[in-house]
């Protein structure tokens, strides 16, 4: 595995900026270094146990830019490091008419595959009628719920839709349906494309309930892509986190692109 997986650079401008540059220019994906993986990982996550940070870079779709968004078409990310190498490579399952009917409301599957394809964490979303409001997500029909697995068929954790009043809150759950971790968006809730700063959402433990370092935050690509594009650049820190509670905030972050940010493109547009 490349240094650049087993030693991650530090927090800073200098990253980012070298970051930048590798967008929609997409870096062979490394090869593993042989090491032992940790206690209990799942089959696959040998790169995530070892990644302090995940870069999920979306594809931009030249169709959904051609038809000005109106044919919706399954959405696809490049699970990178900061380097811009790819670990993994999610994939949407969602039905055609679901997609354009439904648009963000829509039920679909995420399948995330290894560099060579072989799949090793499925999140699945089932279709609900009326859910989505943040003031009665509490309730079964009303909230959102993401089943995540890792491999496909052994179930890791479930994200849940909390209730609130304004701000976005999704919940983490262990597979016992403990509750791990809370992630709340921040108090604007219109995400506009003038925004070019970092939009951060913040996470906190349930057990302390102190805010922690890890953190969620969709980082703003630049004027073309968030203009004339639904491609969005979201980050995900989870340094010193358990394997599978880092798969857990991984599909976290679909679960915030298709909620937040893929309407806010679209009343964009």
């Not at 993986?37 to 799942?42: A, I």
């Not at 940070?53 to 990310?77: F, G, H, S, W």
């Not at 068929?153 to 403990?178: E, P």
Request: hydrophobic share 35%.
């Amino acid at each position: 595995m490349s240094s650049a997986v087993t030693s991650q650079p530090v927090l800073g401008g200098a990253r980012f900026a070298g970051y930048s540059s590798t967008v929609g220019k997409e870096k062979s994906g490394f090869s593993s270094s042989g090491a032992a993986p940790p206690m209990g990982c799942p089959p696959g996550l040998e790169y995530l146990a070892q990644m302090d940070e995940v870069y999920l870079n979306q594809k931009v779709d030249l169709l959904e830019i051609l038809t000005n968004t109106a044919l919706e078409v399954p959405n696809r990310y490049s699970v990178e490091n900061a380097s811009g190498q790819r670990a993994y490579f999610a994939q949407e399952e969602s039905e055609c008419c679901n997609r354009i009917c439904c648009g963000p409301n829509r039920g679909f599957q995420m399948h995330i595959t290894m560099n060579d394809g072989k799949e090793v964490i499925k999140c699945e979303r089932e279709f609900k009628c009326c859910a989505g409001c943040c003031w009665c997500a509490n309730g079964d029909h009303c909230g959102w719920e993401m089943t995540v697995e890792a491999p496909p068929g052994n179930l890791i954790g479930y994200i849940r839709q909390n209730g609130s009043k304004w701000k976005m809150n999704l919940a983490l759950y262990d597979a016992n349906r403990v509750k791990l971790y809370d992630i709340w968006s921040k108090c604007c809730p219109i995400f506009c494309v003038c925004c070019i700063d970092d939009i951060n959402f913040y996470v906190h433990d349930v057990k302390s309930g102190n805010l922690l370092s890890p953190r969620i935050y969709k980082k703003w690509a630049g004027w073309v892509r968030e203009c004339c594009t639904r491609a969005d650049l979201l980050v995900c820190e989870f340094p010193g986190m358990d394997v599978k509670e880092k798969a857990l905030f991984v599909c976290a972050c679909f679960m915030i692109d298709v909620m937040v940010f893929e309407p806010q493109k679209k009343n964009n547009k």
